[in-house]
């Protein structure tokens, strides 16, 4: 037997193991933007802060195998480009343009001769990706009581019990939205303020604690608005109605909220501008999308969807099911599918739409519970939600429990300020 022993161990008994693969690792984890490959060996591709090229060699021999780790799970935002520098990638010349961007991927590649050239032996999509962890508590803020605008919040408990109001920190808003980042914080913020829009959004720790009012970075839009969860533990603010320097508009804009809480600039995004709709996260074999819904474009409901991918990046609209309506609440429950509920059409409505693992929304369900609009939905338990206030004839504090099914539970009356508009997130994935 000849060839050379590259990085393997002698055991105990004097024999010398086999190398995972029969490769040579590199121990070096590769960030640069570049990478010229050698056949026989394994890499880790880290592309957290960048794309990556990378340079097969020039001349290869049948058998030769090379191996690429997603070594932080990043390809998906920042890809690899295989450059097969002059032979064949999978009976393709060199003039293709090769990218794999699948998160959590491993790229395994065998040269088969000239005529097929490198053929992969392992691209498949990871099946199982990881899912950000299930909060278990929810929190609701802010509102609009039957008197004025007010800065309170109620904590939800794993069981979906809501505790009696706390004072809040930061400036009274209402018609905003709420969601979770960080895997396990919340962040309140947008809609309307004292006596006009606001941009002020407020973190929301671990515990379930208010920080004081923080003025988003220059450029973001105070509206109305809806957010969700994206990413394994990130979150936007998306769509709205509010003042855009000349007159009121419905706003195609999104802000990402980083998962250290940072709110961007104002970006804009596919779909049609509107008002009052809702967004919540869903999963499948990717935890990380969401689906925003509804609302009225220029005043007028809709029924359209638009689906968000783990990087925060808006589909365009999708033709919607179920009635057109605005003003409804959205959750996710199951620990992979949402649900869309209550809302106003011409006039206050209960029915509800499930939306599977894949982003599928289905058809009406009449709903369970008061008729209403203005609530707000959030997830807790881990694996369940809640819808809560809301306004039919006057102010609620009424809340309907969602179990794991997706079946929405009667009416409880509600505990703390009966108000409208509040905003909601889940937060801390201990129960």
Do not use: H
């Not at 790229?107 to 099946?127: C, E, F, H, R």
């Not at 939800?156 to 939205?177: F, L, Q, Y």
């Not at 309506?325 to 739409?353: C, E």
């Amino acid at each position: 037997m000849s060839g050379i022993v590259q990085n393997n161990t002698v055991r105990s008994s004097g024999t010398i193991a086999v190398a995972a693969s029969g490769l040579n690792w590199d121990s070096a984890v590769i960030t640069a933007s570049t990478l010229t490959a050698e056949a026989g060996k394994g890499y880790f591709i880290n592309t957290t802060s960048n794309i990556c090229t990378i340079t097969l060699p020039s001349a290869a021999e049948v058998g030769d195998q090379i191996v690429f780790v997603d070594y932080a799970r990043t390809w998906g935002t920042y890809k690899i480009v295989i450059d097969s520098n002059g032979l064949n990638y999978q009976g393709d010349a060199d003039t293709f343009t090769v990218e794999y961007n699948t998160s959590g991927e491993t790229l395994d590649i065998v040269y088969s001769g000239a005529s097929k050239g490198w053929i992969p032996q392992n691209d498949d999509t990871v099946a199982d990706a990881p899912s950000p962890p299930p909060t278990q508590r929810a929190i609701f803020g802010f509102g609009l009581s039957a008197s004025a605008k007010v800065a309170v919040s109620n904590l939800v408990n794993s069981s979906g019990v809501i505790g009696s109001d706390v004072s809040a920190v930061g400036s009274i808003k209402a018609g905003g939205g709420g969601a979770s980042y960080g895997g396990d914080k919340g962040i309140l913020g947008f809609g309307e303020g004292a006596s006009d829009w606001t941009a002020k959004t407020n973190l929301v720790s671990n515990q379930g604690v208010v920080s004081a009012d923080a003025t988003t970075v220059s450029g973001a839009s105070g509206r109305y608005t809806t957010a969700c969860s994206y990413g394994l533990d990130k979150a936007m603010f998306l769509y709205g109605y509010g003042w855009n320097g000349s007159a009121n508009v419905d706003f195609p804009k999104k802000n990402l909220v980083s998962n250290i809480g940072i709110v961007s600039a104002d970006a804009n995004v596919a779909g049609t501008a509107r008002r009052y709709p809702a967004a919540t996260r869903y999963g499948g074999s990717d935890g990380g999308k969401a689906i925003v819904a509804y609302g009225a474009p220029s005043g007028s409901n809709t029924n359209i969807s638009n689906l968000i991918d783990s990087n925060g990046g808006v589909g365009s609209d999708v033709s919607g099911v179920g009635t057109s309506r605005a003003n409804l609440s959205a959750s996710p429950y199951g620990g992979d599918k949402a649900i869309f509920a209550y809302g106003y059409t011409s006039s206050n409505v209960n029915m509800s739409n499930k939306v599977s693992n894949e982003g599928v929304v289905a058809s009406d369900v009449s709903g369970v519970g008061t008729a209403r609009r203005d609530s707000y939905g959030a997830p807790y338990g881990g694996d369940k939600g809640l819808f809560a206030y809301g306004q039919d004839s006057g102010k609620l504090n009424v809340k309907n429990l969602i179990n794991n099914s997706g079946i929405i539970q009667a009416d409880v009356t509600g505990v703390g300020t009966a108000r409208s508009g509040p905003m909601a997130a889940g937060y801390s994935t201990s129960a």
